[in-house]
């Protein structure tokens, strides 16, 4: 009740003290003057109030105290249920290159949605929902790409100002994507623009220059667009260091031919070099570092009906991927230390050896649509020739205490040359009937 009366409470100002009755009231004689009165009674907060008496008396005072008891404070924040976050989400390439901090890369700008991190800082290999990198599967234009990074990670294969549509799937894979477990990238790259004869843009982001060239075919119904792209810091700081940094330049090109109602035949070509050559010159560590990454893609697409009811999409690609590290140089061994004075102490190791990774494949995919109704009905079969290769020399010293004696850093129990390679087939085919029955969308 908070107009309760408090008896027994005792009011105090300075040595004279007093005790209210059953009331609550209480009568307290002090001399004239500006007086302090602490007021005290179990179970409530003690008051203490200044009164200044230098007047006149007061003869009517309404003291009110604070009960002691615990004080909870509650937020109660109602709104509707979020929706589930979609199965299939699709980035727009403005999306790209507006992401602060993507460097115009989509693996970038795909880190920022839900249930997608990154494995490391620098590169763009993703982990969905826990996967692993090889887990996740991207197709450009129906083709699988095997090695879509540039620059160790730091930027993409894909040119924003190219591309149509990414879309990201993170679960409920179509059975005409494979095996993948993680997470899907679907790009589309744009045609050309056909309405004018030739048209053209610049651009320059924080990696690389970018240039494109575009127009309709003469003679034929269709369109041209031919891109390239280059790494420029690296020219810049060769000239400041005397060094070669990271860098790549790519060449991109695609022609649209619109054969007849419904017809249409794609080529597409791209061709990439990546390369970096960094020399080390301090006190422990003299010598150099050596990559280079070849990537070449070209697809020939044919798109045809097939009476009234069904669509044709026909697709033989072939990627040839090829890449090189190698390392030459010399650093100080400070866990094999002599008695020799100073400098003589400490040995040098010789670490030299060279990596090479290569993966060629010829594939063939064969898809068919039709729909009938709310189903629609799509089959299909894909086939890969793979030829792959690793190849791995070691000429330096060995590191006979390394905790694991066949890896990089030691290599003690690698052999002098390690060369395999392999030429495989792999095919699938799949069928499914997709049914949309009002706002729900069924997939057999």
Do not use: C
Request: charged letters at 20%; zero cysteines; hydrophobic letters at 40%.
């Amino acid at each position: 009740d908070a107009s309760a009366v408090i008896a027994g409470a005792v009011i105090t100002a300075g040595e004279v003290q007093t005790t209210s009755d059953a009331r609550g009231r209480f009568v307290l004689r002090v001399p004239a003057g500006t007086v302090t009165l602490v007021v005290r009674a179990p179970g409530y907060f003690a008051l203490t109030t200044p009164l200044d008496l230098t007047a006149q008396d007061i003869l009517a005072a309404e003291l009110a105290l604070v009960r002691d008891t615990g004080f909870a404070a509650t937020v109660d924040v109602v709104a509707t249920s979020p929706p589930a976050a979609p199965v299939a989400q699709a980035v727009a390439p403005v999306q790209v290159l507006r992401t602060p901090g993507a460097l115009d890369n989509v693996f970038r700008a795909l880190q920022t949605l839900p249930a997608v991190a990154a494995t490391d800082e620098f590169g763009s290999r993703l982990s969905v929902r826990g996967g692993a990198p090889d887990q996740n599967l991207t197709v450009m234009d129906g083709v699988e790409i095997h090695e879509p990074y540039r620059l160790f990670g730091l930027t993409s294969a894909f040119n924003p100002e190219t591309i149509q549509r990414f879309e990201l799937s993170t679960g409920g894979f179509s059975a005409k994507y494979g095996d993948r477990l993680s997470s899907l990238l679907v790009v589309e790259n744009r045609d050309g623009a056909a309405a004018r004869r030739l048209g053209g843009s610049a651009s320059l982001s924080i990696t690389d220059a970018n240039v494109i060239a575009e127009g309709r075919l003469p003679g034929v119904t269709g369109s041209w667009l031919l891109t390239g792209r280059r790494t420029y810091y690296d020219v810049i700081a060769a000239r400041v260091t005397d060094q070669d940094f990271p860098g790549f330049a790519d060449v991109q090109a695609k022609g649209v031919w619109e054969a007849g109602p419904g017809r249409r035949v794609t080529v597409f070509g791209l061709s990439s070099r990546q390369s970096a050559a960094l020399e080390i010159d301090e006190d422990t560590a003299q010598g150099e570092f050596q990559d280079d990454t070849d990537n070449d893609l070209a697809w020939v697409r044919l798109e045809t009906p097939i009476g009234r009811r069904v669509q044709s999409h026909t697709v033989l690609a072939y990627s040839d991927t090829r890449s090189t590290f190698g390392v030459d140089a010399a650093f100080e061994n400070s866990s094999q230390r002599s008695n020799a004075p100073e400098a003589d102490a400490v040995s040098t190791a010789d670490v030299v050896f060279e990596r090479g990774l290569g993966v060629k494949d010829l594939s063939l995919r064969q898809e068919v649509a039709t729909s009938l109704g709310r189903h629609v009905l799509e089959a299909g079969i894909e086939a890969h020739r793979l030829s792959t290769a690793q190849r791995f020399e070691v000429r330096g010293d060995r590191n006979p205490v390394a905790a694991n004696g066949s890896s990089v850093q030691g290599g003690a129990g690698l052999p002098d040359l390690l060369a395999s390679s392999r030429d495989a087939a792999r095919a699938g085919a799949w069928i499914q009937d997709s049914w949309q029955a009002s706002r729900l969308s069924v997939q057999a």
